[in-house]
């Protein structure tokens, strides 16, 4: 293999027999006329020049398309001096959905919209909580549909911030009158988060609901909360509804438009991670990602960590605060001189990027964030007291617009950054979260 001679390969979603004019490694078989035909070979192939001794800069065009993933780009040690970029200039666009395709005009709770029949959520192998529709979240149905529910009582009575609860007693004249309420879900406010959880099972002679998750503080105080996916109140204009039983997906179009439907529902929650490993000083460094779309990722979740980031057993319906120990469409860790530039993160379930420990010298620049369920950039390091090789600093965070943010997580931030230092955010414009 000729290592030193490579400087760019080529990744295609369609084999529509063009050349590419790159050379790739023997294992591919299609000598020196490529392209590959998924971002995992290509890696591969970056991976053994960099492990052959070759240090060139390399560059991997992505030709012109939509890519269906089925698990995130994984760009991981040994590879160095990297750029990832459409083939000249062309449109690349990252898909972490599926598209739902079938829609035919029907009636669902009395609403004329439009349904369609997904085999594997009626099999119960799919369950998604996140539908985009013509580049556009759809809203979930909502019960009540303004204000909030009270509760009888919770299961631990204590005042304590901390003393959490897998269920509660709430009042049956609220909650009797919902049909299929295992296919909701609560969603509640309380002190300074927003939690959101499945429903395991409702009692409606005791009115005891227990929730898939434990809440993250106390419910006895401050409490408030709501259903969504109902199907009850499925009325509105751009509203959609997840029949899990009959394995049906119904949606009211926005302008009285049942003709033109462009709809996805997202499998991935992450569609790049980028990470080395510092315990044994093998950092990915010098990444670039450039001009490229991030889109359709879910949005449920729940955290096992507690407030200060450390594992614990149990799972709770949200983080603390900022939805600070949440993922991101793309994920960086163990990294050296990552660049994200003019990339476009839309339609997303968590954060859009993600920078986590022992992290350096990061550039987050020119970015367009739309439409996230939570926030648009989270930095989070190693906290204070930690190994040193898990402290993030240098990172730069610069003209990027992020735009109708903390559609899902209401307190997401635009821009959290935590437990890093010499970091610089200026001319981020930010607006509608």
Known sequence: MRFFEVSTLYVSNKNDGKKYNGYYPEPTGKGNDGPFFSFEEALTAVNEIRGGGALQPITIKIVGGEYFLKAPVSIGYPAS????????????????????????????????????????????????????????????????????????????????????????????????????????????????????????????????????????????????????????????????????????????????????????????????????????????????????????????????????????????????????????????YACKNITFENCVFENYGLHGINVGNSCSDIKILKNVFYDGGAGGVKVDGGESGRAEVSRTHNIEISDNLIERCGRRYLSACGILVKNSFNCKITYNHITDL
């Open 81 to 332: 001096n990297l750029t990832l970029e459409p083939y000249k200039g062309e449109e690349v666009t990252l898909n972490g959905g599926r598209k739902i395709t079938g829609f035919e005009k029907t009636t669902f709770n009395g609403v004329a919209c439009l349904g369609a029949y997904v085999e594997d959520v009626k099999k119960g192998d799919w369950n998604f909580t996140d539908l985009y529709v013509n580049g556009k979240r759809a809203k979930l149905s909502r019960y009540p549909e303004n204000g909030f529910f009270k509760i009888v009582e919770a299961e631990d009575k204590g005042e304590g911030l901390y003393d959490f609860s897998k269920w509660f007693i709430a009042k049956k004249e609220d909650l009797n009158p919902v049909e299929n309420i295992e296919d909701c879900i609560l969603s509640f406010c309380h002190y300074w988060i927003d939690e959101h959880t499945p429903i395991e099972s409702y009692d409606r002679e005791t009115g005891k609901l227990v929730m898939k998750y434990y809440s993250r503080f106390n419910i006895t105080h401050n409490f408030q909360y709501y259903l969504e996916n109902v199907p009850s109140t499925f009325s509105k204009p751009g509203e959609w509804y997840l029949d899990r039983k009959n394995g049906m997906v119904y949606y009211i179009p926005e302008n009285g438009d049942f003709e033109n439907i462009s709809a996805y529902a997202p499998e991935l929650h992450s569609l790049m991670d980028i990470g080395g490993e510092p315990d044994k000083d093998a950092y990915c460094r010098s990444i670039r990602v450039r001009n490229i779309k991030f889109r359709n990722t879910r949005g449920d979740y729940g955290s096992a960590k507690d407030v200060f980031g450390n594992e614990e057993p149990r799972q709770s319906a949200s983080d603390a605060q900022g939805v600070s120990n949440a993922s991101g469409t793309a994920n960086i």
